[in-house]
């Protein structure tokens, strides 16, 4: 069964640095996310992709986030410069076009900001 | 706003025993309601959604928009259901899931 993969499983990083988290989605899928789950806390949802552009973003991504599509198969999520409070899990999603409400997950990045 | 509620952070039970992991939802239109199970080291899963109506690996949810709940059941748990399990709620507009803090269910033996 196709999955969303991500790349890498953990990230540390030194605060102020940029790090960039890749997801490959499921081939067919069109649609594309990052949630994020801080310790203990809910998970969170950060941006939404389609048609090669942001279609909706929390207030939690912010000018330090970026999303892009480079390529016909990778999704990433860039942090240009890193803060102790953006340690969290980190999970990218895709949805099928013909059953847009059932989301599928990646394992998660782990990013731990030192 | 949408806001999705599990009251439980931790729900034990013994095995054979019922299960209900409670869900409540704040939302003024017509959401979509999920059911998401993290097993250990494993991802982020769909369980069941409400438009489905179907029963998957013994558990049902119903969706009851009088009490905007929508509480995940089984009626035997067993070890293998031992998992952290979310709801989560769709609006009618955009794609995003609104998650809820998840309720993690030990089955014991």
């Known amino acids: 069964e196709p999955e969303v993969t991500q790349t890498p499983s953990h990230q540390v990083t030194q605060m102020g640095q940029e790090v960039i988290l890749r997801c490959v989605p499921i081939s067919n899928h069109l649609y594309f996310y990052w949630y994020r789950q801080i310790l203990g806390q809910k998970v969170e949802f950060l941006v939404s992709?389609?048609?090669?552009?942001?279609?909706?973003k929390s207030e939690i991504f912010d000018d330090q986030f970026s999303v892009e599509r480079p390529d016909g198969s990778n999704f990433t999520l860039k942090i240009r410069s890193t803060k102790l409070e953006d340690s969290a899990m980190y999970f990218c999603a895709s949805t099928d076009p013909r059953r847009t409400s059932v989301a599928f997950f990646g394992q998660g990045t782990r990013l731990t900001v030192v | 706003a949408q806001r999705v509620t599990q009251p439980e952070k931790l729900l034990s039970v013994f095995k054979g025993a019922p299960v209900e992991l409670k869900c409540n939802y704040s939302?003024?239109?017509?959401?979509?309601l999920f059911w998401y199970v993290q097993y250990s080291r494993q991802r982020l899963q769909l369980l069941l959604r409400h438009i489905s109506r179907e029963s998957i690996k013994g558990f049902t949810a119903d969706l009851n928009k009088g009490e905007t709940s929508f509480h995940l059941k089984k009626p035997f748990a067993q070890e293998e259901d031992s998992a952290m399990y979310y709801c989560a709620l769709r609006g009618e507009y955009g794609n995003k899931l609104v998650f809820g803090a998840g309720t993690i269910l030990r089955v014991k033996s």
């Open positions: 939302y003024s239109g017509s959401p979509e």
């Open positions: 992709f389609y048609n090669n552009e942001i279609s909706e």
